[in-house]
């Protein structure tokens, strides 16, 4: 299984970029997806997360009502739609895969190659 992450790139402060990530196929314990990120000198740190119906999307108090989180089954794919861009928010953005939405990188079984999201101010 491969997770494709794509969307990245240089935009200045107040914009938007919106993030994709394809996987090659669904298995079953890929229902839950999300977004990490980790910037230069630091550790990785949670974003959002959507479970397999997207009911439910959770979201990092750094990003919430800025940033979100959806998906497409049909396609694979999902999607992370980052308005009102601060420079704090510069990083390699990853996408995970694993079977129950966590804020916890540990609890997910497949990752994204990363892309990187840089915010000018």
């Known amino acids: 299984v491969q997770l494709q992450a794509s969307g990245g790139g240089l935009v200045q402060a107040g914009g938007s970029l919106r993030l994709s990530c394809a996987a090659s196929?669904?298995?079953?314990?890929?229902?839950?997806k999300a977004w990490f990120r980790q910037a230069p000198g630091k550790e990785r740190e949670f974003v959002a997360s959507?479970?397999?119906?997207?009911?439910?999307?959770y979201y990092a108090d750094s990003v919430k009502g800025r940033f979100t989180i959806s998906r497409d089954n049909a396609k694979n794919t999902v999607y992370l739609q980052m308005n009102s861009l601060k420079s704090e928010d510069t990083a390699v953005y990853y996408c995970?895969?694993?079977?129950?939405?966590?804020?916890?990188?540990?609890?997910?079984?497949?990752w994204g190659q990363g892309t990187q999201v840089t915010v000018s101010s």
């Open positions: 995970a895969a694993g079977r129950i939405t966590s804020d916890q990188a540990p609890r997910y079984n497949y």
């Open positions: 196929e669904h298995t079953f314990d890929m229902d839950a």
């Open positions: 959507i479970n397999w119906s997207g009911s439910r999307t």
